[in-house]
């Protein structure tokens, strides 16, 4: 599947850190756990027109699903498709909770600042989510409820939630196989409800390649996909004339 | 009703009387509603004719990147149901409003709001041309002077609530649209502890069988602040 040729580039990202980047349509996306227990906070934009984002309420009612996983689309609020789940070894990714922020991470595990811990400092998933908005000519505004892949968070019959520690073991990985061209925004900072007494967030590396043919049928059994799918081929339709 | 929402503990009467309230307003099915909301006041929405999804949507009424935050409210809570106790939580963390007495028992924080291009994808690529609530959020934001001060615009629209919708989850990851937790008269009633805007869109959905095809009007009521109106 990940053929040498097919191969784009590659990019690590230590635990903590955060990375934003476009991605072309007809382009997959592998997020893989380096050492298992990552979280990679995520939000998604279309690169052209950056007020059309990643809807989480769009995402999990047009799919009947709490969780994201292989076989589901992540849906942008203009009725289209970002990208297709089109892999996943951890089975289960979080898009409720949201980012951690400064304040929940002194709660949690103290202060650790770059003047004495140099690039091993607490970062929080806000503002690295923040500081990649940024580079974009986004901020505030702009954080919409995100995906927190590799992380697992259930409810129960009164709603309440669980965190499971260990969803996502060394060497898990995500498919993105993206359909728009696509403004991604990567945070890999600790989930907010992570109960891990120690700040050790998981790095997470990056890679991207051609997406194979046989991907492109992997979201298709939802019919809702397949009418989002409809949406988001009319934007390009004439090189992009189409609403 | 789902067997497994049994939460009688979360309804909670108010103690506030209609005829004392200084706003007492009809937001007829279908359409916007918007109103600033002082802290202290009460803020009370009632379900006149039962299973109507209100979508609303709370800003810092001095500060409009300050806005009502899904995940906020969900994770400083670990739930993603409200109801009587519940906090309202802003992006910046900060509690916007508490919900006092429900006598519905639970509100939605997951579902959003139906669009035209939403509507697309769930029903039937035909619906784009039906009514919206996100048509609704954004005739508001164009028409109503409360929304043009605060200078907000579509990219301000987050995850909203839909207060008595009930969209319930299984520990399976399951996700489904469910009818029969409210009923009419029923009512939700919140304090305000900052200033807000508060931004409404009376749902005008007519795909969805959760409200038998057939949106229905609420009533919006506010109560000045009871510690304040003692030292009157």
């Known amino acids: 599947m990940n053929q040498p040729d097919a191969y784009l580039w590659e990019q690590h990202i230590p635990g903590g850190c955060h990375w934003s980047g476009i991605l072309r349509r007809g382009t997959t996306l592998r997020m893989t756990d380096v050492s298992g227990g990552a979280n990679a906070s995520v939000l998604f934009f279309n690169q052209e027109e950056k007020l059309e984002r990643y809807n989480m309420a769009d995402t999990l009612k047009s799919q009947h699903t709490f969780r994201l996983t292989k076989g589901h689309a992540c849906h942008s609020d203009m009725g289209r498709i970002f990208c297709c789940i089109t892999a996943d070894s951890a089975g289960w990714h979080d898009t409720v909770c949201g980012l951690s922020d400064a304040d929940l991470i002194r709660r949690k595990y103290g202060t650790a600042r770059y003047q004495e811990h140099r690039n091993q400092m607490f970062r929080n998933g806000l503002d690295g989510m923040l500081i990649e908005l940024g580079k974009w000519g986004l901020g505030m505004r702009d954080v919409v409820s995100n995906i927190n892949f590799f992380s697992k968070v259930t409810a129960n019959s009164a709603g309440e939630l669980t965190f499971h520690s260990g969803n996502s073991k060394a060497g898990d990985h995500v498919d993105l196989s993206f359909e728009m061209d696509t403004l991604v925004v990567l945070s890999a900072a600790p989930h907010p409800l992570d109960p891990s007494t120690t700040y050790q967030p998981g790095a997470v590396n990056l890679a991207a390649f051609a997406t194979p043919s046989s991907a492109i049928a992997e979201c298709a059994h939802i019919s809702e996909n397949q009418r989002a799918r409809q949406n988001t081929e009319c934007l390009y339709a004439c090189h992009g004339g189409a609403a | ?232």
């Open chain 2, 1 to 232: 009703m789902n067997a497994n929402f049994k939460n009688k503990k979360s309804f909670v009467e108010s103690m506030f009387d209609p005829d004392a309230a200084v706003v007492d307003e009809i937001c007829p099915a279908g359409e916007p509603w918007v109103k600033i909301v002082r802290e202290g006041q009460i803020f009370r929405i009632v379900d006149l004719e039962g299973n109507q999804a209100v979508d609303t949507l709370f800003y810092n009424a001095s500060h409009a990147v300050e806005r009502y935050s899904a995940t906020d409210t969900i994770r400083r809570q670990k739930k993603i149901y409200l109801t009587t106790g519940s906090k309202l939580y802003s992006n910046y963390g900060n509690v916007m409003l508490t919900i006092v007495a429900d006598t519905c028992g639970r509100h939605d924080t997951l579902g959003g709001a139906c669009a035209a291009e939403s509507n697309t994808v769930r029903y039937a690529l035909e619906k784009f041309p039906m009514h919206s609530c996100r048509d609704n959020f954004l005739h508001a934001l164009a028409h109503e002077p409360e929304c043009q001060q605060l200078g907000i615009s579509k990219r301000d629209i987050p995850s909203n609530i839909n207060f008595f919708m009930n969209v319930p989850v299984t520990e399976e990851g399951g996700l489904e649209f469910v009818d029969g937790v409210s009923a009419p008269g029923k009512y939700v009633e919140m304090k305000a502890e900052m200033d807000v805007v508060v931004l409404i869109s009376n749902c005008p959905q007519l795909n969805n069988p959760c409200n038998a095809y057939n949106p229905t009007p609420i009533r919006l009521l506010v109560w000045d602040d009871p510690s304040e109106m003692s030292f009157t």
